[in-house]
C-alpha cells in the first residue's frame, strides 16, 4: 500500500486506468479516444549503459485511434532535472514501443503545477528542434467534489479530488461526500481508496477527521494502518478514543455542540453506544440528534 503522498498521487491511476482518460477528457478537454483496454507497463526505461531511470506509472491504453503510452509522474514541488528527464522518457517510449507517449503530471500545489505546466523547449531560442507541453492535473482543475451526490457518480475521481483538496475550509464537505460515497462500492476498492487519501492529507487535522470517519465506518480496519490506529486507541484508552472521535466530527463539521451534549458524550463508558454515536455524528446536523433512537 501506499507510504506517501507521492506515492498516492499516482498510483491511484493503476487503480483505475479509466481515470486517467476520464480527467484527460473532462479536467483538461483533451479529445483523447475511448480506451477499449489498459494495460500497466514496466516503468523502468534505463538503457543497457546508462543511469537509472524510471517513470512513476506507466499504462498502455489500446484506442481505435491507436496505441497510446500514458506516462503519469506524482510531482511534490519542482526539479528542474525533470525538465530533462521528462523529455527523455518520452522519446525513449516511442522509440521503443512505436506508440504515442503522453505526459500527465499530478500534484497537489498550485506552484508546482504552474511549474510542471510550462513547456520544455530544446534547440534554438524561438524556433525549437524539441518541444514537450506536459499535461497538469493539480488544484487549479482538478474538480472539488464537496456534493455526496456528486461523489457518488465518480468515487474515483472524488478520490482525486480529495487528495488534491484535502486541506482548507472546504476540507471537512470534501471528506465526508468522499466518506459517504465509499459505502457506494466494493469494501476491498474503498479500503484502498481509503490508504491513498491517508497518504496525501498534510494536514494534520484533516488527516484525524478521515482517520476518525473511516473508524465509523469500519472501511480502516481490514488494511494495515488499521492496526497502527488501533495500537494507538489502545494507549490511550478505547473508551476516550471514541468519546473524542464522537465530538471530533461533530466539531469538524461545524456543528455547534451543547454542553449537555459534551457532558453526556464523556460521561458514557459504553463502548457499544459510543461507537453508534460516532457513526450517527457523521450524518446529523444537530448535536442532540445524537441520542435520537436512544430516547425512550
Given at each position: 500500500?501506499?507510504?506517501?503522498?507521492?506515492?498516492?498521487?499516482?498510483?491511484i491511476?493503476?487503480?483505475?486506468?479509466?481515470?486517467?482518460?476520464?480527467?484527460?477528457?473532462?479536467?483538461?478537454?483533451?479529445?483523447?479516444?475511448?480506451?477499449?483496454?489498459?494495460?500497466?507497463?514496466?516503468?523502468?526505461?534505463?538503457?543497457?549503459?546508462?543511469?537509472?531511470?524510471?517513470?512513476?506509472?506507466?499504462?498502455?491504453?489500446?484506442?481505435?485511434?491507436?496505441?497510446?503510452?500514458?506516462?503519469?509522474?506524482?510531482?511534490?514541488?519542482?526539479?528542474?532535472?525533470?525538465?530533462?528527464?521528462?523529455?527523455y522518457?518520452?522519446?525513449?517510449?516511442?522509440?521503443?514501443y512505436?506508440?504515442?507517449?503522453?505526459?500527465?503530471?499530478?500534484t497537489?500545489?498550485?506552484?508546482?503545477?504552474?511549474?510542471?505546466?510550462?513547456?520544455?523547449?530544446?534547440?534554438?531560442?524561438?524556433?525549437?528542434?524539441?518541444?514537450?507541453?506536459?499535461?497538469?492535473?493539480?488544484?487549479?482543475n482538478?474538480?472539488?467534489?464537496?456534493?455526496?451526490?456528486?461523489?457518488?457518480?465518480?468515487?474515483?475521481?472524488?478520490?482525486?479530488?480529495a487528495?488534491?483538496?484535502?486541506?482548507?475550509p472546504?476540507?471537512a464537505?470534501?471528506?465526508?461526500?468522499?466518506?459517504a460515497?465509499?459505502?457506494?462500492?466494493?469494501a476491498?476498492?474503498?479500503?484502498?481508496?481509503?490508504?491513498?487519501?491517508?497518504?496525501?492529507?498534510?494536514d494534520?487535522?484533516?488527516?484525524?477527521m478521515?482517520?476518525?470517519?473511516?473508524?465509523?465506518?469500519?472501511?480502516?480496519?481490514?488494511?494495515?494502518?488499521?492496526?497502527?490506529?488501533?495500537?494507538?486507541?489502545r494507549?490511550?484508552?478505547?473508551?476516550?478514543?471514541?468519546?473524542e472521535?464522537?465530538?471530533?466530527?461533530?466539531?469538524?463539521?461545524?456543528?455547534?455542540?451543547?454542553?449537555?451534549?459534551?457532558?453526556?458524550?464523556?460521561?458514557?463508558?459504553?463502548?457499544?453506544?459510543?461507537?453508534?454515536?460516532?457513526?450517527?455524528?457523521?450524518h446529523?446536523?444537530?448535536?442532540?440528534?445524537?441520542?435520537a433512537d436512544?430516547?425512550?
Open positions: 500500500m501506499p507510504g506517501s503522498s507521492h506515492e498516492a498521487m499516482h498510483r491511476f493503476q487503480k483505475d486506468p479509466a481515470l486517467l482518460t476520464r480527467a484527460l477528457q473532462s479536467v483538461l478537454r483533451i479529445p483523447f479516444p475511448e480506451p477499449r483496454d489498459f494495460a500497466a507497463m514496466n516503468v523502468d526505461l534505463t538503457e543497457v549503459e546508462p543511469v537509472e531511470r524510471r517513470v512513476d506509472t506507466l499504462l498502455r491504453a489500446e484506442t481505435d485511434e491507436g496505441t497510446y503510452l500514458l506516462v503519469v509522474e506524482s510531482q511534490g514541488q519542482p526539479d528542474e532535472r525533470k525538465r530533462g528527464s521528462w523529455p522518457y518520452l522519446s525513449y517510449l516511442h522509440e521503443k512505436r506508440c504515442e507517449p503522453v505526459l500527465i503530471v499530478v497537489q500545489s498550485r506552484a508546482t503545477a504552474r511549474w510542471a505546466a510550462e513547456p520544455i523547449h530544446f534547440g534554438v531560442r524561438g524556433c525549437p528542434s524539441l518541444t514537450v507541453r506536459p499535461f497538469v492535473l493539480g488544484p487549479d482538478v474538480p472539488v467534489i464537496a456534493d455526496e451526490r456528486e461523489a457518488e457518480r465518480d468515487v474515483p475521481l472524488a478520490v482525486l479530488s487528495m488534491t483538496h484535502g486541506r482548507g472546504r476540507a464537505a470534501i471528506l465526508e461526500s468522499l466518506a460515497a465509499l459505502r457506494t462500492i466494493d476491498d476498492s474503498a479500503a484502498v481508496f481509503v490508504q491513498f487519501v491517508d497518504s496525501c492529507l498534510a494534520r487535522q484533516a488527516q484525524q478521515w482517520r476518525d470517519l473511516m473508524t465509523a465506518m469500519q472501511y480502516f480496519w481490514r488494511h494495515p494502518l488499521a492496526e497502527q490506529v488501533r495500537e494507538e486507541g494507549e490511550e484508552g478505547r473508551l476516550e478514543d471514541r468519546v472521535m464522537t465530538l471530533n466530527i461533530l466539531e469538524w463539521r461545524g456543528i455547534q455542540i451543547p454542553d449537555s451534549v459534551r457532558e453526556r458524550v464523556r460521561a458514557c463508558t459504553d463502548l457499544h453506544q459510543l461507537e453508534l454515536w460516532a457513526q450517527r455524528a457523521v446529523v446536523t444537530d448535536a442532540e440528534d445524537l441520542f436512544d430516547r425512550s
